[in-house]
């Protein structure tokens, strides 16, 4: 089975704050994701990466960025954390058509 | 701009009862089609997918989609519905040719079954 795990199920952090969300697969895939999830608007593409330090915007990048500095690893940072990015964030991974999920971490930024 | 409408924010139905969650997109040529399920505090759960084919197809848990072209439509169908089955469910598409590229997806759907 494919294993996305991800460092914190919940964080609350503080506004101003730089903030790192890790995300971690077990299967050797080139291509990763972080989407946020909010009530009412789906999944949110932020980012993805389709090899080690390459990135590409996704649809809601501005407060972003990222880091793929090794194939099984995908992090997510939040430079100055603000309120407004209070929100469900999952990673995922993909193998042929499918995406697998992590669990999520929930971040509340106050 | 290629988008996926679940056009019930939810989806009340009686356990034994058939269900159907709606799902329509809009996606330049013919794309693969997905449907996955969040359980509260989870992440998402792949059901089915649609790539080439049958237009039916049975997923997990007892789930099936009928893929239907002229409708650009993909419902995600049970024919007896557990109170189990209570969750988030997302329709998502991805082009075809892009298989590896990121999903788009729609803004769920919370299907509530009631004992």
């Known amino acids: 089975d494919v294993k996305v795990t991800q460092s914190s199920r919940y964080l609350v952090k503080r506004t101003g704050e730089k903030v790192f969300l890790e995300c971690v697969q077990d299967?050797?895939?080139?291509?990763m994701f972080w989407y946020r999830q909010d009530p009412g608007l789906g999944l949110r593409l932020i980012y993805f990466s389709y090899d080690v330090k390459m990135k590409e915007k996704g649809d809601i990048p501005e407060g972003y960025s990222v880091s793929r500095e090794k194939k099984e690893r995908f992090s997510l940072i939040l430079e100055s954390a603000s309120t407004n990015q209070t929100s469900m964030y999952l990673c995922?991974?993909?193998?042929?058509?499918?995406?697998?999920f992590g669990p999520g971490t929930r971040l509340t930024v106050t | 701009a290629q988008s996926v409408a679940q056009p019930e924010d939810q989806v009340n139905v009686a356990e034994g009862n058939p269900l159907t969650v709606k799902c329509t997109y809009s996606v330049s040529g013919n794309p693969y089609l997905f449907w996955y399920v969040q359980y509260p505090n989870r992440g998402l759960q792949f059901l089915l997918k649609?790539?080439?084919?049958?237009?039916l197809v049975k997923g997990s848990y007892g789930f099936e989609a009928e893929f239907n072209k002229s409708q650009t439509s993909f419902h995600l169908k049970k024919p007896s519905a557990l109170v189990s089955d209570s969750a988030l469910y997302f329709c998502a598409v991805t082009p075809r040719g892009q298989a590896g590229t990121a999903l788009i997806f729609g803004k769920g759907t919370t299907l509530s079954v009631s004992s």
């Open positions: 995922a991974t993909n193998m042929r058509y499918e995406q697998y």
């Open positions: 299967m050797d895939h080139e291509n």
């Open positions: 649609y790539i080439t084919g049958d237009n």
